[in-house]
């Protein structure tokens, strides 16, 4: 009998792996058999990356919003600071002419409006 290739190569453990790497494997092995093997883990797998995929289009659709509220709240905000001139100008205007009109109507008994007597009058 000849001894076969199995018997004359020397490998620290079989399948050529080591200690440490069987340690390795066993560990991965529990952890996937504790998610119920490897067709539950696949189906785990799926539904989280559906999961993260409807977050991004979730977010995606939050950031258009956000975007478009922005956008509103700066017109909003430009309207109304061109409200606020329009109105700081007609109340400029209102000032000019109650000026005015107090001119045009101030009374003759109105003390502003008489002449200082003087004894030679």
Do not use: F
Not at 40 to 62: F, G, I, V
Not at 63 to 80: A, G, M, S, T
């Amino acid at each position: 009998m000849t001894p076969s290739n199995s018997d004359t190569i020397k490998s620290p453990a079989p399948n050529g792996l080591d200690s440490s790497s069987q340690g390795l494997l066993s560990a991965l092995w529990q952890w996937i058999k504790s998610y119920g093997g490897l067709s539950d883990l696949k189906r785990y797998n799926a539904a989280l990356k559906k999961s993260n995929e409807e977050l991004r289009k979730s977010n995606e659709e939050m950031r258009i919003l956000d975007e478009q509220k922005r956008i509103q709240h700066e017109q909003r905000l430009n309207d109304l600071r061109q409200e606020t001139a329009a109105l700081r100008q007609q109340n400029a205007k209102l000032a000019e002419l109650e000026l005015k009109l107090d001119i045009v109507l101030r009374s003759p008994d109105d003390p502003l409006n008489q002449t200082i007597s003087t004894e030679d009058n």
